[in-house]
């Protein structure tokens, strides 16, 4: 069974509020079959295999951003914002969708409701994005236009939109607040959602702190840059091949070293799950 949208109570009341004026809004779960695209999206393709990620993450979780729609007929509704997401559902086998209906004409109306939602204390990180977003996506505002409505820097309003970037299973520990703004903060500026994902789970699981994570995520920028090249890389001296065969016995892994011309270069050790990840860090601990 697929399951439904994932939206908290607080990212429920938010938008129920800003679409309180506008009759018929508020999320609603639409049938798919009485959607269709809007002749005016100006983007026509979509990246095959980004689609079938997002489905993916819809059958895992559900659905946590819902589509814009605007009524066009009986029981006919067109998108206004969201297409991927629709085509991602409708790989994900899903039969209905989680949409914000509106008329084309109540921007004034949206624009105020959100404005004024957005301002309030009780929200997550992910409401704030989302209301942010909507806000670009349905009233075409640029981020500087956006600035000005809310009173917020552009630098903020962007670190925001950058958490909708995140895998959708950090995004819903974000609204269930099992990491905090700052450890989404840190995570978002690894480019890998699969490392992404690791980190995330290794915060939940072991309660690691927005300093700690921030480490991590140093240490891996650090290991990018010490990285040797193809045309760098030497042979490294025999007593480092002794210490690797030692390493190798000790945690039970088979690590790489890798050095270039400078002496410069890093060591990988490569773990096959997360309690195997556990397990070397368990032993590099008690080695100290």
């Given at each position: 069974?697929?399951?439904?949208?994932?939206?908290?109570?607080?990212?429920?009341?938010?938008?129920?509020?800003?679409?309180?004026?506008?009759?018929?809004?508020?999320?609603?779960?639409?049938?798919?079959?009485?959607?269709?695209?809007?002749?005016?999206?100006?983007?026509?393709?979509?990246?095959?295999?980004?689609?079938?990620?997002?489905?993916?993450?819809?059958?895992?979780?559900?659905?946590?951003?819902?589509?814009?729609?605007?009524?066009?007929?009986?029981?006919?509704?067109?998108?206004?914002?969201?297409?991927?997401?629709?085509?991602?559902?409708?790989?994900?086998?899903?039969?209905?969708?989680?949409?914000?209906?509106?008329?084309?004409?109540?921007?004034?109306?949206?624009?105020?409701?959100?404005?004024?939602?957005?301002?309030?204390?009780?929200?997550?990180?992910?409401?704030?994005?989302?209301?942010y977003?909507?806000?670009?996506?349905?009233?075409?505002?640029?981020?500087?236009?956006?600035?000005?409505?809310?009173?917020?820097?552009?630098?903020?309003?962007?670190?925001?939109?950058?958490?909708?970037?995140?895998?959708?299973?950090?995004?819903?520990?974000?609204?269930?607040?099992?990491?905090?703004?700052?450890?989404?903060?840190?995570?978002?500026?690894?480019?890998?959602?699969?490392?992404?994902?690791?980190?995330?789970?290794?915060?939940?699981?072991?309660?690691?702190?927005?300093r700690r994570?921030?480490?991590?995520?140093?240490?891996?920028?650090?290991?990018?840059?010490?990285?040797?090249?193809?045309?760098?890389?030497?042979?490294?001296?025999?007593?480092?091949?002794?210490?690797?065969?030692?390493?190798?016995?000790?945690?039970?892994?088979?690590?790489?070293?890798?050095m270039?011309?400078?002496?410069?270069?890093k060591?990988?050790?490569?773990?096959?799950?997360?309690?195997?990840?556990?397990?070397?860090?368990?032993?590099?601990?008690?080695?100290?």
């Amino acid at each position: 069974m697929v399951k439904r949208n994932v939206l908290g109570r607080g990212l429920g009341a938010l938008m129920d509020d800003a679409d309180r004026m506008q009759p018929g809004a508020g999320i609603n779960e639409i049938e798919l079959s009485r959607i269709e695209a809007n002749p005016f999206q100006p983007r026509t393709k979509f990246d095959e295999e980004s689609l079938k990620e997002l489905a993916e993450s819809i059958k895992e979780i559900g659905l946590i951003q819902p589509i814009t729609l605007r009524k066009i007929a009986d029981n006919k509704y067109q998108i206004i914002a969201g297409e991927r997401r629709f085509r991602a559902a409708q790989l994900a086998g899903m039969g209905s969708i989680p949409a914000f209906i509106r008329k084309a004409k109540d921007e004034g109306m949206l624009e105020m409701a959100l404005v004024e939602n957005i301002q309030r204390e009780d929200l997550d990180a992910i409401e704030i994005a989302m209301s942010y977003q909507r806000l670009l996506e349905e009233l075409e505002f640029t981020q500087e236009d956006l600035s000005s409505r809310v009173g917020k820097k552009r630098s903020t309003i962007a670190n925001y939109l950058r958490l909708l970037k995140l895998p959708a299973v950090i995004q819903k520990g974000l609204i269930d607040k099992q990491i905090s703004m700052g450890h989404a903060r840190a995570i978002i500026n690894i480019e890998n959602p699969e490392k992404q994902t690791l980190i995330f789970n290794q915060i939940v699981k072991m309660g690691l702190s927005v300093r700690r994570v921030e480490e991590i995520v140093r240490n891996l920028d650090d290991e990018l840059s010490t990285e040797p090249s193809v045309s760098e890389k030497v042979k490294i001296p025999k007593e480092y091949q002794n210490l690797k065969i030692q390493l190798d016995k000790i945690l039970s892994s088979k690590i790489d070293i890798s050095m270039n011309s400078h002496g410069r270069g890093k060591i990988v050790i490569p773990f096959k799950s997360v309690s195997d990840l556990e397990r070397i860090v368990k032993i590099i601990e008690n080695q100290e």
